[in-house]
């Protein structure tokens, strides 16, 4: 097997050849059937050998603090490499798993992975007793990360400076600030739906059911966006991939993430669970990720969440995700948006901005029957 370049050669191939020998001697010695190798059992040696390297060096930059804290987040995890390492050996372990016609099984995480030949279940049982010990080292990862918090970032309070936050609108290219979006003429709030990257499937469901919702949101005069730590090109391409007609704003500089600590986790995207769930999809042919977009500012361990703020830039509510595809749904969202007595008048005023607002078109006209306004992946 070939190792990553970035991580070096293993050193632990010997050790898992000498493991699998003494297996198969005493397999011999209580009478069992020896057979050949199976795919299934070279792929979970495989996955085994890729973990054990890189643990290993994860704990000694970790823990010798070798690197400082920033250093070791933006060299293993900033840009998916982890993720982009580990996943294509499960995916070649479950691709061989469904390949493999089964008697016995062991079940890891919740997810089986079937094996017939004792090489199987031994290198099954090896797989999940070094899972354990990943997940354990990514939890202590995630609870070094809050120490990457900037100092200037402080809870906005009560009242959010909405004059210092820019975002980009990705469909007109243009630099907004907070408090351009919170004026008066597009709505008494603002809702603002922070997903994690261009492609996030659980992030696309959620925007789905607010669209499904929305006439419901505009009779509060509820202006709705969507925000995202990325560019404007990328959010621009997502928009078009999905036709989602809400705005979409880039937050390239990270300031809005920052100030409400959204906060990221990379054992919640890499603990072996999460693994197993996703390789799963991917060997059946399935794709994980919907209207995905390859953006570079994307923070893959971004948490997501939902803030609304009211037209003086006052913090209403505010959701942040514990985990992947935890989201408010839109009775909750519609639960703590306060009732308001609504002019005539000033509603004609806010549908004619948000048809301004959103170049024509006007976010909230989906039916009831389905969604029209978006044609989602």
């Not at 009478?31 to 792929?43: F, H, K």
């Not at 500012?297 to 942040?320: A, C, M, P, R, S």
Request: proline share 2%; charged share 30%.
């Amino acid at each position: 097997m070939k190792a990553i370049e970035d991580y070096g050669t293993s050193s632990t191939q010997l050790d898992d050849d000498e493991d699998a020998l003494r297996n198969r001697e005493n397999h011999m010695t209580q009478g069992l059937t020896i057979e050949r190798q199976t795919n299934l059992e070279l792929a979970i040696l495989a996955t085994i050998n890729e973990i054990r390297v890189l643990k290993s060096v994860l704990e000694n930059d970790l823990q010798n603090k070798i690197i400082d804290l920033s250093t070791f987040y933006q060299k293993h995890f900033k840009h998916n490499q982890v993720d982009n390492i580990l996943m294509p050996f499960y995916v070649n372990m479950h691709s061989a798993a469904l390949s493999e016609a089964s008697e016995n099984s062991i079940s890891i995480d919740q997810v089986t992975i079937k094996g017939k030949t004792a090489g199987e279940i031994d290198a099954l049982k090896t797989l999940q007793s070094l899972e354990e010990q990943w997940n354990k080292l990514l939890l202590q990862v995630d609870e070094s990360l809050p120490e990457l918090a900037e100092e200037e970032e402080k809870d906005p309070g009560e009242y959010l400076d909405a004059e210092k936050i820019s975002l980009i609108d990705c469909e007109r290219n243009q630099s907004v600030t907070l408090d351009d979006l919170l004026s008066p003429k597009y709505g008494r709030f603002t809702l603002f739906v922070l997903i994690r990257f261009f492609g996030c499937s659980v992030c696309l469901d959620h925007v789905r059911e607010l669209v499904t919702r929305a006439d419901e949101f505009e009779a509060k005069l509820v202006n709705i966006v969507i925000v995202c730590k990325g560019r404007r090109e990328g959010g621009a391409k997502w928009k078009q991939l999905t036709g989602v007609t809400f705005p979409v704003l880039a937050d390239e500089t990270g300031a809005f993430v920052r100030c409400f600590h959204f906060g990221v986790s990379v054992w919640k995207m890499n603990n072996s669970k999460e693994f197993h769930a996703r390789a799963m999809v991917r060997a059946s042919g399935d794709d994980e990720f919907k209207a995905f977009v390859d953006d570079e500012l994307h923070e893959f361990y971004q948490l997501g969440g939902n803030v609304v703020l009211d037209t003086k830039g006052k913090v209403i509510y505010v959701f942040k995700s514990a985990g992947l595809d935890e989201r408010p749904t839109a009775d909750e969202l519609l639960r703590n948006i306060p009732k308001v007595e609504i002019d005539p008048f000033v509603r004609q005023r806010v549908e004619e901005d948000k048809i301004e607002l959103n170049g024509g078109v006007m976010p909230q006209t989906a039916e009831k029957s389905g969604c029209s306004s978006c044609t989602v992946l």
